[in-house]
């Protein structure tokens, strides 16, 4: 089981990025998708999730407005797209996969997710 989290960078403030989260060894098809960042000394934040079907999806107010999460099941990825980038977003960003379809507003417990990707590291300059 794999996930390979990629497409950080450094980034000027209110510019974009698109992660990407690779999946192997799973059927990306039966789980829930949570992308989380943590910057040191921090806990690790919930950012988003989608739902195994692909239909829901749920945000940490932080991300609202700005970010979008999708995933191609074919093509075994998930990604999310971040716009309006902040100094704020500046973390190292994971994507993790849960086997149960619990995307909503309890999605950030980390307990939950079964595999988590290596992480990639996103900067925004100001």
């Known amino acids: 089981v794999q996930l390979q989290a990629s497409g950080g ?3 000027q403030a209110g510019g974009s990025l ?5 999946t192997s060894g799973f059927t990306l098809g039966y789980y829930t998708i949570g992308w989380f960042r943590q910057d ?3 806990e690790r934040e919930g950012v ?3 739902s195994v079907s692909g239909g829901r999806t749920y945000y940490a107010d ?3 407005g700005r970010f979008t999460i999708s995933k191609d099941n074919a ?3 998930v990604y999310l797209e971040m716009n309006n980038l902040m100094p704020g977003d500046t973390a190292v960003y994971y994507c993790a996969a849960d086997r149960y379809d619990r995307c909503g507003g309890t999605f950030y417990y ?3 997710y079964n595999y988590w990707g290596q992480g ?3 900067t925004v300059s100001s």
Do not use: F, M, N, W
């Open 120 to 122: 990639t590291q996103v």
């Open 9 to 11: 960078g450094l980034v």
């Open 75 to 77: 093509e075994k990825t």
């Open 62 to 64: 932080s991300a609202k």
């Open 48 to 50: 988003s999730c989608i």
């Open 110 to 112: 980390t307990s939950r």
């Open 40 to 42: 040191p000394g921090k």
């Open 18 to 22: 698109r992660l990407s989260c690779a």
